[in-house]
């Protein structure tokens, strides 16, 4: 099957199909304790060192709510902007597994806490809505370990009881890079609230992701199957890619979709049935009689948005109002609020225009290549306004500060301590300059009549030359200018 490269349908020799994805993003609540215990939620810790009695579910036991979670899903519901819940319901969701103590989750299924709600996406064919279904709370199951021993399973209950959001979208996504950068885009408006630190490789955030096909055109939607638990966003673009051609494959071939439950195998890049509609777990949900129905008030969701910091799609709009950026150099630069806030630091007192650029083009090349959050980067944002103001004042040219620049790197200097002992001070002496090229002129004699004769071309060798003769430092439009007027 070719895939287009110019829209999103799958286009096979029979037809051509549009693929449907709807989402359930798991985020872990950024929260000291868990949900309904005191314990700690810290990452890493000693297997079953963070297990209070509530967690691992003795008799007797009561779950007390956890209010500052309550507080994180009403901020990332204002952040999804949709509506807060003034009432909603925790129920028990029951089934049976090892890492289960209780034989029931606590989560919220008929009132959950957050209703729809939308989050905009900047796609390279412009921007498109996604609606957000609900966001619901639940607590996090333990691990169950396998590897460890060939006859043994292990339980590892510090996750027990760890809260969760469970964001779940309308089936409004279209394609693997429509999915990139809707996780990608939630990801960065719950780091920014500081409500899910969003680190896949801990789980952090994983998703459930469901899939269907229709034939292009078709209204009504093709039956769903749900991949299971996916933790990188590569491996949602493939097993989305890998599931959709198995679902066309099927289709074309005059069978059905059976509605159920996959899993992505990623060696073989394919999924593969885990259950299907009939095998599906009926879980019995009912109202948690352990626990009330949670009432908010108002003023409680106001003081929230009161103190919510400037979320991602506002700043993009303020940098380019304010900085007259591209949206795209909007987008790159707010994508981590750790990004933005170098940007506008650096931009206090040096060119807009150049300290983007350095920023998005060698700065990002450097962070990337030595695998660097910009908060850790060998380069400050005060060096690199220093950096760009030498460009600016004519002190160095763009060529010689990428030199510098490679030496701030490495050292963490200052670019003008670098320039001074380096001795790369731009040559902006015109006299200096007269004397070295009229050498080069002397030097290349027959290339002047040449050039004189009309091949004009070798003006860009008499350049090179003349920056030879500098060692790269002569001030570029100077030697443009004298080089002129001397082959006059
Ligand atoms: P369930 O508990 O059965 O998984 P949910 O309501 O929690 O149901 O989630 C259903 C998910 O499936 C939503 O993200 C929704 O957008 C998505 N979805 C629903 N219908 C389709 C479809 N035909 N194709 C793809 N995704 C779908
Ligand atoms: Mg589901």
Same mark, same amino acid.
């Given at each position: 099957?070719?895939?287009d490269?110019?829209d999103?349908?799958?286009?096979?020799?029979?037809?051509?199909?549009e693929?449907?994805i709807g989402?359930?993003?798991?985020a872990q609540v950024?929260s000291?304790s868990?949900l309904f215990?005191g314990s700690?939620?810290k990452f890493g810790s000693?297997?079953?060192?963070?297990?209070s /009695?509530?967690?691992?579910a003795f008799p007797?036991m /009561?779950?007390?709510i956890?209010?500052?979670c309550?507080?994180?899903?009403v901020?990332?519901?204002?952040?999804?902007?949709?509506?807060?819940n003034?009432f909603s319901?925790?129920?028990r969701?029951?089934?049976?597994?090892?890492?289960l103590p209780?034989g029931?989750?606590?989560?919220?299924?008929?009132?959950?806490?957050?209703?729809e709600?939308?989050?905009?996406l900047?796609?390279?064919?412009?921007?498109?809505?996604?609606?957000?279904?609900?966001?619901?709370?639940?607590?996090?199951a333990g691990k169950s370990?396998?590897?460890l021993s060939?006859?043994?399973?292990?339980v590892?209950l510090?996750?027990s009881?760890v809260?969760l959001?469970e964001?779940?979208s309308?089936?409004?996504?279209?394609?693997?890079s429509e999915v990139n950068s809707y996780v990608k885009?939630?990801?960065?408006i719950?780091r920014?609230?500081?409500?899910?630190?969003?680190?896949?490789?801990?789980?952090s955030?994983?998703?459930?992701?469901n899939?269907?096909?229709?034939k292009?055109?078709e209204?009504?939607?093709?039956?769903?199957c749900?991949?299971k638990?996916?933790?990188?966003i590569k491996?949602?673009?493939?097993a989305?890619d890998?599931?959709?051609?198995?679902q066309?494959?099927l289709?074309?071939?005059?069978?059905?979709?059976?509605?159920?439950t996959?899993l992505f195998?990623?060696?073989?890049?394919?999924?593969?049935?885990?259950?299907?509609?009939?095998?599906?777990?009926?879980?019995?949900?009912?109202?948690?009689?352990?626990?009330?129905p949670?009432?908010i008030?108002?003023?409680?969701i106001?003081?929230?948005?009161?103190?919510?910091p400037?979320?991602p799609?506002?700043?993009?709009?303020?940098?380019?109002?304010?900085?007259?950026?591209?949206p795209?150099?909007?987008n790159?630069?707010?994508?981590?609020?750790?990004?933005?806030?170098y940007?506008?630091?650096?931009i206090?007192?040096?060119?807009i225009?150049?300290?983007?650029?350095?920023i998005?083009?060698e700065?990002?090349?450097?962070l990337?290549k030595?695998n660097?959050?910009?908060s850790k980067?060998?380069?400050?944002?005060?060096?690199?306004a220093?950096?760009i103001?030498?460009?600016?004042?004519?002190e160095?040219?763009?060529k010689i500060?990428?030199k510098?620049?490679?030496?701030?790197v490495e050292?963490g200097?200052?670019p003008?301590k670098i320039?001074k002992e380096?001795?790369?001070k731009q040559q902006s002496?015109?006299?200096?300059?007269?004397?070295i090229?009229?050498k080069? /002129?002397?030097?290349n004699?027959?290339?002047?009549?040449?050039?004189?004769?009309g091949k004009?071309?070798l003006?860009?060798f008499?350049v090179?030359?003349?920056m030879?003769?500098?060692?790269?430092k002569?001030?570029?439009k100077?030697v443009n200018d004298?080089?002129?007027?001397?082959l006059k």
């Open positions: 099957m070719e895939k490269k110019f999103y349908y799958i286009k096979t020799e029979k037809s051509s199909w693929v449907v989402l359930e993003v798991h950024i000291n868990k215990s700690s939620t000693e297997p079953n060192s963070q297990v /009695l509530v967690d691992s007797g /009561l779950p007390v956890n209010q500052f309550i507080e994180q899903a901020k990332t519901g204002l952040g999804l902007n949709a509506k807060i003034l319901v925790f129920d969701k029951n089934y049976f597994y090892a890492d209780a029931y989750q606590i989560s919220q299924y008929k009132n959950p806490i957050v209703g709600g939308e989050v905009t900047d796609m390279p064919y412009g921007s498109k809505k996604i609606g957000i279904e609900r966001l619901h709370l639940e607590q996090d370990i396998h590897d060939p006859d043994h399973t292990f590892d510090n996750r009881g809260a959001m964001i779940v309308k089936p409004d996504l279209r394609s693997p885009k939630l990801r960065t719950m920014y609230l500081g409500t899910c630190d969003g680190n896949m490789q801990e789980g955030l994983r998703a459930d992701v899939v269907s096909v229709r292009k055109g209204k009504k939607f093709g039956t769903r749900e991949i638990n996916v933790n990188s491996f949602m673009e493939m989305i890998s599931e959709a051609k198995r066309i494959e289709l074309e071939s005059g069978k059905s979709i059976e509605q159920e996959r195998d990623t060696k073989n890049n394919e999924t593969r049935s885990m259950r299907s509609k009939e095998e599906a777990h009926d879980y019995r949900y009912f109202p948690d009689p352990d626990l009330l949670l009432e008030k108002q003023s409680f106001d003081s929230i948005k009161k103190k919510l400037e979320l799609d506002e700043k993009k709009d303020r940098f380019i109002k304010k900085f007259k950026l591209t795209y150099e909007a790159v630069l707010v994508s981590e609020v750790d990004i933005s806030k940007f506008e630091d650096v206090k007192n040096s060119d225009k150049l300290a983007k650029n350095w998005i083009v700065l990002f090349a450097v990337n030595k660097l959050n910009i980067s060998p380069v400050s944002p005060k060096n690199l220093s950096l103001n030498t460009i600016s004042s004519g160095i040219s763009g500060a990428k510098v620049f490679e030496i701030m050292t200097d200052e003008k320039i380096k001795g790369l002496d015109p006299k200096e300059l007269e004397k090229i009229v080069v /002129l002397e030097k004699l027959d290339k002047v009549s040449e050039y004189k004769s004009v071309k003006f860009g008499f090179g030359e003349v030879k003769a500098t060692s790269g002569g001030n570029p100077l004298i080089l002129k007027e001397k």
